[in-house]
RNA sequence: GGAGAGGUGACCGAGCGGUUGAAGGUGCUCGCCUGGAAAGCGUGUGUAGUGCAAGCUACCGAGGGUUCGAAUCCCUCCCUCUCCGCCA
């Protein structure tokens, strides 16, 4: 959420700046709303201090009857305060919807661009292996090796569900516990391990809600949904709380299931991993001073590249543009991990710095210094990695003409020793 | 699922329907004391909205209601704890 002052007194600029993403704003709604919002209040803050004051003259008097009309004015007075508080109801609720539904501004460095096409390729990392042979795609290499199981996934729940199996569901289970021991003992992050349910409250605070419920998994009976991502979870931590600063900053680490509707993608990836209704991530979460989120930013992407290259996975990392930016997001880096199968680099990590955006939603903030006032923190997370497609690129760059995969040496503590899978 | 208890400020914990934004304590701030510290003494210490400002308003789990006036009374919901049952 944007700061309702700073929209007040800069809404060109405001408009300026979400029209490089490719989104307007209402300004004549938003205007109308804040105005009528204030003068509501206005009125109603006036009437209650009478009604406050009459109040208590009224309890000082002994004797009732000498304040008879007072009491009489005062039962006129409340209803109209009702009336008012009433009509503000509505109106904040409306001016909520607008501001609860403006995506964040750019960062001041994110590239501006109409499409992805406009991303900026910031560097590449590791040498992509020469084949004799024309490689695999993994769905292939899985299926032979009868450890991804496609069909049957299908059969237990419907499309973009897949069954783990054997060395397979090894490999993920290894991959998860690699990367949460390479966070919390080399990256110093605290593990947590988070609901994987939230309610609407969660869902908001991080910008999910209101505007994508379409994406998200709504649970029959109670009012929760599946979580996205850890991010959700992790990040509403510390909701409606006020940090001393010498905690700061916070960094947390999860692994959690995510669930997404992928409404909107129908036929795109269907084949394989990439993208599946459910799949594992490990998240990194920061809570961190505004001056240092930039910076803080660089050490968390640091950290999600670090996993790629213990696993000696070629990657690029990408400066999304203002249009492909996520709409909490004020600047966003994917790591994008190399896919010898299909011949291109996939998103494997998404990296973003969300300013003070999240912490306004979700009311988490801070005390700079004794006595101060609070102030938002902002928040950072990215993925650290996304498991399912670290399995596939695993197999698609690990994988040998005679249709094993060998084991990459860092995971091979995790698997038992096993240094290669070789099916059945 | 059944029975009971409870949700108040950073924390603990009082609170008769009216001068309680909230006693008292802990913690923390600053000052005094001390060679220095501890102890002791004094002082200060909620969040947010709105207004040029003085100020005003709201908030004692959430939402309704009664009343001139509600942290205090009534209703609904949520959460926590204890016991019983069931269960991974």
Redo the contacts with the bound molecule.
């Keep these: 959420m944007l700061d ?2 700073f929209l ?1 007194d800069n809404l060109e600029l405001a408009q300026q700046q979400l029209a490089t993403r490719g989104s307007a704003i209402n300004l004549a709604d938003f205007q109308q709303l ?1 105005q009528r ?2 003068e509501l ?2 009125k ?3 009437l ?13 008097t002994k004797d ?1 009857s000498l ?1 008879k009309d ?3 004015r ?2 006129e ?2 209803t109209q ?2 009336d008012l ?1 009433e009509q503000l ?1 509505t109106t904040n609720e409306k001016l909520q919807n607008i501001l609860l539904t403006i995506p964040n501004l750019p960062h001041e460095n994110c590239p501006v661009g109409l499409s992805e096409d406009d991303n900026v390729k910031v560097r590449t990392w590791g040498s992509i292996r020469e084949y004799s042979y024309t490689p695999r795609a993994h769905w292939d290499i899985g299926e032979e090796l009868d450890i991804l199981d496609f069909e049957r996934g299908g059969k237990l729940t419907g499309a973009r569900f897949t069954l783990y199996k054997g060395a397979g569901a090894r490999l993920e289970r290894a991959l998860i516990n690699f990367m949460l021991d390479l966070h919390t003992e080399q990256h110093k992050y605290v593990e947590m391990l988070p609901p994987f349910m939230v309610n609407r409250d969660s869902m908001t605070g991080t910008g999910q809600l209101p505007k994508f419920e379409d994406d998200l998994f709504h649970v029959e009976g ?1 009012d929760y949904f599946l979580i996205p991502t850890a991010e959700v979870p992790v990040t509403n931590i510390h909701r409606d709380e ?1 940090l001393a600063a010498e905690q700061l900053p916070l960094c947390y680490t999860a692994y959690t299931p995510c669930f997404r509707k992928e409404a909107g993608s129908h036929g795109r990836d269907t084949r394989g991993l990439i993208r599946q209704h459910q799949f594992n991530k490990v998240e990194l979460v920061k809570f961190v001073v505004p001056e240092e989120s930039d910076h803080e930013l660089d050490n968390l992407l640091a950290n999600a590249e670090h996993v790629l290259q213990l696993l000696e996975l070629p990657y690029q990392v990408v400066d999304l543009c203002t249009a492909d930016i996520g709409f909490s997001a004020t600047r966003t880096f994917d790591i994008e991990v190399w896919l010898p199968g299909q011949n291109v680099y996939r998103e494997i990590s998404s990296c973003s710095n969300f300013r003070d955006f999240q912490a306004r939603r979700a ?1 988490i ?1 801070y ?1 700079p210094e ?2 101060a ?3 938002y923190v902002h928040t950072i997370n990215g993925s650290g990695l996304a498991v399912g497609r670290t399995l596939l690129a695993i197999l698609e760059n690990y994988q040998q003409e005679d249709g094993s995969v060998v084991v990459p040496k860092v995971l091979q503590p995790y698997m038992g020793g096993l240094e290669r899978i070789t099916g059945k």
């Excluded at 209650?48 to 000082?60: D, F, M, Q, T, W």
């Design positions: 309702i002052k007040r804040d919002r204030r209040l206005g109603a803050d006036t209650k201090a009478e009604k406050n004051r009459v109040s208590a003259l009224i309890g000082k009732k304040v007072e009491i009489g005062m039962k007075v409340s305060i009702k508080d109801r109670p006020i009311a903030r005390r004794e006595g006032k609070t102030e």
